[in-house]
């Protein structure tokens, strides 16, 4: 069993930043994806941004340009760094780890983001 734990939520003006942490309670070297999925109240969960063990991103259209996914297998944490976050980035963000073989599939409990002035 893995826990994730997320951290570094929080509230935020239009325009300002975050960086959000998944911290994982053993190696995520065998981890085959990790990734950031959020929640919008009234809304399903959707992928934010994925990174892949040789550290490859994916991003959802609506952030790319403004988030960063990265991958520190040394210290067991995956990060989000979110710049120029508007309103609609409000949400609780949750960290996934996923492992292919055997298949494993991790959440963390969330964290919540709220962008408004």
């Known amino acids: 069993q893995v826990q994730l734990v997320e951290s570094g939520g929080g509230l935020v003006q239009p325009g300002g930043s975050l960086r959000l942490s998944c911290a994982a309670s053993?190696?995520?070297?065998?981890?085959?994806?990790m990734g950031w999925y959020r929640q919008a109240p009234g809304k399903e969960r959707e992928s934010v941004a994925t990174v892949t063990s040789g550290g490859r991103g994916n991003y959802a259209d609506s952030v790319k340009g403004r988030f960063t996914i990265s991958r520190h297998n040394a210290n067991n944490t995956v990060y989000l760094q979110m710049n120029s976050l508007k309103p609609e980035d409000t949400a609780v963000y949750y960290c996934?780890?996923?492992?292919?073989?055997?298949?494993?599939?991790?959440w963390g409990q969330g964290t919540q983001v709220t962008v408004s002035s």
């Open positions: 053993r190696s995520i070297f065998r981890f085959n994806v």
């Open positions: 996934n780890a996923i492992q292919t073989y055997p298949r494993q599939n991790y």
